[in-house]
């Protein structure tokens, strides 16, 4: 075999393993974010942390389902449409219900909050319930039309959750500018460093979103299953990167608040943070 039929060769292989690997990643990742956040939380009763929890743990049963079903090619089919479907709630609605509570952060307007958890709920009726339907028919009784509305439809599922968080984050940015004020960042450091961080992370997750949405349309399915769980661990891993910073912001107000009373005030305080 020549070398380049030989580099060719690989390429292919590389590319049958490629889901694989991201698979593993995102199980690991499971792993690394639990420890990252039970290790964070000094209490667990806030909604912020048992969405990141519910968030974190539908990668597992998703990442597992997809492994049984499109890698191993396993016969257990019930099973694996089971594990897709939870960890595909889990993990979808679950970022989206992680976004929603860090705006309680902020000064968000009661409304507001109302309009995005109500948008929440609303496409998780209408996104998850028929895709979860057309999987079940896809691939326990292995209709071929219900295969070709299935494939169609998770893209359309994909780009509207995307579109959902999309949404969130660009809200939070906004309510990030306003909070922390001008006249505070010039004033204070480390207000600035936060606020800068918030951001760039919620930013960062904005192109990931688009990147993703992107990519729906050219990735072969196996691969684009893959992804998904792998671009969600990601950004979990930017949401306790905002976590710790906001974390960090909260205690230094609450140690403003209690010295206020000899004039020392900062501006900044955090609307409700329990860690």
Request: include cysteine; proline fraction near 2%; charge should be positive.
């Amino acid at each position: 075999m020549e070398y380049r039929d030989e580099l060719r060769l690989w390429g292919v292989e590389g590319l049958k393993l490629l889901p694989a690997v991201l698979l593993a990643i995102s199980l690991y990742s499971v792993l690394e974010l639990n420890c990252t956040i039970l290790a964070t939380f000094r209490t667990w009763k806030s909604l912020y942390f048992w969405s990141l929890i519910v968030a974190t743990n539908g990668i597992a049963p998703y990442a597992i389902g997809t492994l049984l079903m499109y890698i191993l090619q396993t016969h257990t089919l019930a099973l694996n449409v089971l594990l897709i479907a939870i960890g595909l709630v889990s993990m979808i609605t679950g970022q989206s219900v992680v976004l929603y509570s860090r705006l309680h952060l902020l000064f968000c307007s009661e409304f507001c909050l109302r309009l995005i958890l109500a948008m929440i709920i609303l496409n998780a009726f209408i996104l998850h319930v028929p895709t979860i339907v057309l999987l079940c028919g896809a691939r326990i009784n292995y209709n071929p039309n219900l295969i070709f509305a299935y494939g169609i439809y998770e893209k359309v599922q994909g780009a509207g959750f995307a579109l959902q968080e999309l949404i969130i984050s660009g809200l939070y940015i906004k309510n990030a500018l306003s909070f922390f004020s001008l006249r505070d960042c010039l004033n204070d450091n480390a207000t600035r460093k936060v606020r800068n961080h918030l951001i760039l992370v919620n930013t960062l997750i904005i192109i990931l979103d688009i990147t993703y949405v992107f990519l729906l349309a050219f990735l072969p399915y196996e691969l684009e299953t893959a992804f998904r769980p792998f671009v969600y661990s990601v950004k979990l891993k930017m949401e306790l990167s905002i976590l710790r910073n906001l974390g960090r912001l909260s205690r230094e107000g609450r140690g403003a608040r209690q010295s206020s009373h000899n004039g020392a005030d900062s501006g900044v305080y955090l609307n409700s943070y329990d860690d």
